[in-house]
């Protein structure tokens, strides 16, 4: 008895074996939200819509969260934090375990970023890291649910949600669909990128929620009640 092949002829695989880079490509652009760049007056007021953000956070800023910091194939571990911000130039924000002890501390001049231990950071595993370079950025008016960095200029665009979104050389900002408020945000400092989400915001009140992601951190803070 003769089994008749079931493999294809060479000559049906070759087209498909061309496609598939192709089809590779497809799939991973549908992954993605589309963009359109916008110009003229659409983009005027786009690059207005964003600069204007930063303006409504009031100074004094303070708040404190409570949150997890999910490092990659590791158990979150639980924390509280708090920013102490007289002015976008004079920054503090404080890591502590959830007895309350210190595990880290930023200090924010608006240059640059300075990181110190707490007494609680060796049981915390954090062995401490470098000044960071970040020019003119606030951590207070992020944590507030604003651009870390002034806008001004940058390639606007439009997402097929309708949502705004502007990028220059340190920033890419994101909008809700509606243009109300700032939904998502990527800070590219000397050496490393951070991404800040702001979920379920439906409001251009300070976000109750934020997601930050860095260098493979994932920490999730919910704003404690004043």
Do not use: H
């Amino acid at each position: 008895m003769r089994f008749r092949s079931t493999k294809p002829p060479l000559r049906a695989v070759a087209p498909l074996l061309a496609v598939a880079p192709l089809l590779a490509v497809l799939a991973l652009c549908g992954c993605a939200p589309s963009r359109t760049i916008v110009t003229g007056s659409e983009a005027d007021r786009a690059e207005r819509f964003f600069a204007g953000l930063p303006g409504r956070v009031v100074f004094p800023v303070k708040a404190s969260f409570s949150g997890t910091a999910a490092p990659v194939a590791r158990d979150a571990v639980p924390f509280v934090a708090g920013v102490s911000a007289p002015s976008p130039e004079e920054e503090t924000v404080g890591l502590y375990d959830p007895l309350g002890r210190g595990v880290a501390f930023l200090a924010n001049d608006g240059r640059r970023v300075a990181v110190s231990r707490g007494p609680a950071a060796e049981l915390a595993g954090f062995r401490g890291a470098a000044p960071l370079d970040a020019g003119p950025v606030s951590l207070g008016r992020i944590l507030s649910g604003a651009p870390g960095y002034p806008t001004a200029g940058g390639e606007a665009a439009r997402l097929d949600d309708g949502a705004w979104m502007i990028s220059d050389g340190r920033q890419t900002l994101r909008s809700d669909p509606g243009r109300r408020f700032l939904a998502g945000a990527e800070y590219r400092f000397p050496g490393m990128r951070v991404t800040v989400e702001y979920p379920e915001r439906d409001s251009a009140e300070p976000p109750e929620r934020i997601v930050l992601s860095i260098r493979g951190v994932k920490f999730t803070l919910r704003r404690d009640a004043e």
